[in-house]
């Protein structure tokens, strides 16, 4: 299970990036297995700002359907649109090429608010 | 939960279990699309002995059987099947299943796992002309082969001429080493193959010898959840979802399996239903644009009023378009008719098509 060390994570099985106030958002390598193949990611709310836990977008496997929560509150400013076309990079490349959203964060205090690596593989119980 | 006799073989194979019908099983083994290619471009192998067999013996045996079921059995000859509904008093439907002439005065009639309990308990309470019935659904194991090349693959298992066997026809024979086995030329992938029916305590060598056949022809295990897309993209129905008690083989398009050349079960409440045309279909849509269809969501017309029910729906792996089933008021029913499929917020435009949507 692929869990890397300088990223932040939350109980949802996103990973969270941070680079100053702005945060890039992904699924973890864990929950895109659970899911199996990803087929769809609709996220339809670029530019709009929404508050920590509300939901997002939506990804989409064969079988399933699962909403995609904000981490903390904050603006989205930007959705990796290369997913319309190639949602399997969300399996194959989980942390990298299959990122979602960037995030443009007010209050950077909320980042104290998301799990460690090692918080997120006891989570998990990996 | 019951286990199949396969199920640490498909655990060794790191297959990933889910609990279904009361069973424990494999829902992938390497990942839905690429099964689901298996399946279309070589071959591959579902278990599926959950699924359930009643034999009906006896002088009525065929009396019962035309009594509870939509299609004329009497048609059958010794090695066909067919398939075949089992209709309530209400209208709808108790399962669909299929049903194998395997000699005079005896059939075999395969049904859904999950309604195992219920159809027995059914077809037995419409037996009063004495034929009899036994339950050798935890006896018996269903390994489908399907796939182009599943003919190719397993001739050398068998001393019979795979090829010869026509669609809905079966025989009883040699197959990897086991006397007795049903080989039968059906299957719920559109993709060709055979289903392949067989004791418990013989289907591990069975299948061990079905993988070593099949390995120059790439064999793979395949898993229920590309059974699901396989069968979706041929428009085959579910029971469960597409039908059910409530839901009426007419309505369902299952008028080619309702055969009002004999009484059975509800036949002329059934009748009466197709002279005078059902007041909804199940019908197959796509939809125009990016979306995927889900078992349950709302059809709705251009004022976003509800006209209908989603009953089964996925991103189709041969297409890669959102595809499904569901029931809209007969006028929308025809080929090219425009609804929308409300998704979370959004009413996507979809289009009535022909099935299968799946064209080899």
Known sequence: MNIPSQLKYTKDHEWVKIEGDIITVGITDFAQGELGDIVYVEVETV??????????????????????????????????????????KVNSDPYGDGWMIKVKCSDVSQFDSLLSADDYKALIGA | MKNTALTSTHEALGAKMVPFAGFNMPVQY?????????????????????????????????????????????????????YSCLPNDNGGIVDDLIIYKVKEQTYLLVVNASNIEKDWNWIKSKNDVGAEMRDLSDDYSLLAIQGPKAVEAMQSLTSHDLSSIAFYNFIVGDFAGIENVIISATGYTGSGGFEIYCKNSEVKQVWDKVFVAGKDFGIKPIGLAARDTLRLEMGYCLYGNDIDDTTSPIEAGLGWVTKFTKKF??????????????????????????????????????????????TSGTMSPSMNKGIGLGYVPTILSEVGSKINIQIRKNAIPATVVK??????
């Open chain 2, 355 to 360: 099935l299968p949507f799946y064209k080899k």
């Open chain 2, 30 to 82: 390497e990942g839905v699309t690429a099964e689901h290619e298996t399946v279309r471009n070589s071959v591959g192998v579902f278990d599926v002995s959950h699924m359930g067999e009643f034999l009906i013996e006896g002088e009525h045996a065929l009396d019962l059987i035309q009594k509870v079921s939509s299609n004329d059995a009497s048609k059958l000859t010794i090695g066909k099947a067919q």
């Open chain 2, 265 to 310: 079960t509800n036949s002329e409440a059934l009748e009466a239903e197709k002279l005078r045309g059902p007041e909804r279909k199940l019908v197959a849509f796509e939809l125009d644009e990016r979306g995927i269809p889900r078992h349950g969501y709302d059809i709705v017309d251009g004022n976003g009023k509800t006209i209908g029910v989603v």
């Open chain 1, 47 to 88: 530019d709009e700002t929404l508050e920590a836990e509300e939901i997002f977008g939506t990804v989409e496997a064969v079988k399933t359907v699962s909403d995609l929560f904000l981490p903390v509150s904050g603006e989205i400013i930007e959705f990796n649109s290369s997913l319309e076309d190639e949602p399997e």
